[in-house]
């Protein structure tokens, strides 16, 4: 017992001069600058490769907004739920890892699809798309900076990805 006490007063005076440093600015800096090159690599590809669909589904996106954010955030708890009820299973692990990256792939296509659609509606794409896809990436940065903004992140990416899974699931 009184070993302990000595070793406490040790760490006392040790911990005096102990300098802890909590990163939290490099953890949000590090996620704005994540969430900037996912949108404008992913925002790209949408473009370059699927430009109909994509514009179909901003289309979706701001026709129906509130109807597409409550059909993604549906859809984001059904994933919950059985992502949970697979992981109880044990057995089911093999299926919810698979599931969980499908799913991030898809939300990551959705909440580009949103964003350009709000940059689409502030600058336009008539004379291309790489300032829509720029803002994009700089609306999501800015907002993944902000720890209040993942809150808006969060609708705009569940009504993105409500309007990519609408068709497929609806």
Same mark, same amino acid.
């Given at each position: 017992?009184?070993?302990?006490?000595?070793?406490?007063?040790?760490?006392?005076?040790?911990?005096?001069?102990?300098?802890?440093?909590?990163?939290?600015?490099?953890?949000?800096?590090?996620?704005?600058?994540?969430?900037?090159?996912?949108?404008?690599?992913?925002?790209?590809?949408?473009?370059?490769?699927?430009?109909?669909?994509?514009?179909?589904?901003?289309?979706?996106?701001?026709?129906?907004?509130?109807?597409?954010?409550?059909?993604?955030?549906?859809?984001?708890?059904?994933?919950?739920?059985?992502?949970?009820?697979?992981?109880?299973?044990?057995?089911?692990?093999?299926?919810?890892? $698979? #599931? =969980? !990256?499908? *799913?991030? &792939?898809?939300? /990551?296509?959705? +909440? %580009?699809?949103?964003?350009?659609? @709000?940059?689409?509606?502030?600058?336009?794409?008539?004379?291309?798309?790489?300032? $829509? #896809? =720029? !803002?994009? *990436?700089? &609306?999501?940065? /800015?907002?993944? +900076? %902000?720890?209040?903004?993942?809150? @808006?992140?969060?609708?705009?990416?569940?009504?993105?990805?409500?309007?990519?899974?609408?068709?497929? !699931?609806?």
């Amino acid at each position: 017992m009184q070993a302990l006490a000595v070793a406490a007063a040790t760490i006392a005076q040790a911990g005096s001069g102990l300098d802890v440093d909590v990163t939290l600015g490099q953890g949000l800096a590090g996620g704005a600058v994540g969430a900037f090159l996912t949108t404008l690599v992913v925002g790209a590809i949408a473009v370059a490769a699927f430009p109909e669909r994509t514009e179909a589904v901003m289309a979706a996106v701001l026709d129906e907004p509130v109807e597409s954010f409550v059909y993604g955030l549906v859809v984001l708890v059904g994933l919950a739920v059985a992502t949970l009820v697979l992981v109880f299973t044990i057995v089911g692990i093999v299926v919810a890892v $698979p #599931l =969980l !990256l499908v *799913a991030s &792939l898809v939300w /990551a296509v959705g +909440a %580009t699809v949103a964003y350009l659609a @709000v940059a689409d509606r502030l600058v336009g794409h008539d004379d291309g798309w790489l300032k $829509p #896809l =720029l !803002l994009a *990436a700089a &609306l999501n940065g /800015a907002l993944a +900076a %902000t720890g209040v903004g993942s809150i @808006v992140g969060l609708a705009v990416g569940a009504a993105g990805f409500g309007a990519v899974l609408k068709p497929y !699931l609806g």
